[in-house]
């Protein structure tokens, strides 16, 4: 990695990130005011970004709608225009498209991207993505579960941070071949590693930077603190 690349990496990760924004006690996640609530604590963001019918891409983390809000039906099957008219449930906001939420953030927070994907046509949402990043300035990365995200980011826009999401949780042993493959396809800068898993000698072997999700309690903070470089965290209600 470049000396150049390396600064900006470490930018990226010198503050604790809140998953989907600071978010609980009446706000909800990757909500504007979860965004803004982080900020206002001097943190970094962390939040989900996925697809709408035709590739555009929105902050929402569920594939269903049912949960953060009092519609049905999936988030690939919306327009642009009907996933912004949806209230997040209990409250006056709406779906944020990735453009509105990169406006409000304005560099004053570091920010990971985590791109939700199950369509094979992931390279839809990425393009999307980078788009809206061409005009955005701060510490930023882009993560996801999907090595191919990491690939094609690593392909088309080297200069690009970018990270592989992991978790071990309930995977048998053969999953470890796949983690190897997954870190080599993906081309990552840096992991985002699921907490319950470790200490990981996968993780430690890896020699990447490693943001550690979702901390909650003081016991995995002290986890953190000893095997990763950065938390993904959530404040207990």
Not at 98 to 114: C, K, N, S, T
Not at 117 to 146: D, R
Request: hydrophobic share 40%; proline share 5%.
């Amino acid at each position: 990695m470049s000396p150049l690349r390396q600064t900006r990496l470490d930018a990226l990760f010198a503050k604790p990130f809140a998953h989907r924004g600071l978010h609980g006690r009446g706000i909800l996640e990757n909500s504007r005011a979860a965004f803004r609530a982080a900020i206002q604590a001097g943190h970094g963001i962390e939040l989900d970004v996925q697809a709408t019918e035709i590739g555009e891409a929105i902050v929402f983390h569920d594939y269903a709608l049912d949960r953060l809000t009092d519609e049905q039906g999936c988030v690939a099957d919306l327009s642009i225009e009907q996933a912004r008219a949806i209230r997040l449930r209990s409250s006056e906001e709406t779906i944020p498209t990735l453009e509105e939420v990169l406006h409000l953030i304005d560099g004053r927070a570091p920010l990971l991207i985590e791109v939700k994907t199950k369509s094979p046509a992931y390279y839809q949402l990425c393009h999307w993505i980078e788009g809206c990043l061409q005009q955005y300035s701060g510490p930023v990365g882009v993560m996801s579960f999907n090595p191919r995200v990491g690939a094609w980011f690593a392909r088309h826009y080297p200069e690009r941070l970018r990270g592989l999401v992991v978790t071990e949780e309930g995977i048998p042993r053969r999953g470890r071949l796949k983690r190897r493959l997954s870190l080599w396809w993906s081309r990552a800068d840096f992991l985002a590693y699921d907490i319950r898993d470790l200490p990981s000698a996968f993780a430690a072997a890896s020699g990447l930077k490693i943001g550690t999700w979702t901390v909650r309690t003081e016991a995995q903070r002290a986890t953190a603190a000893q095997h990763a470089d950065q938390i993904i965290y959530e404040v207990q209600p």
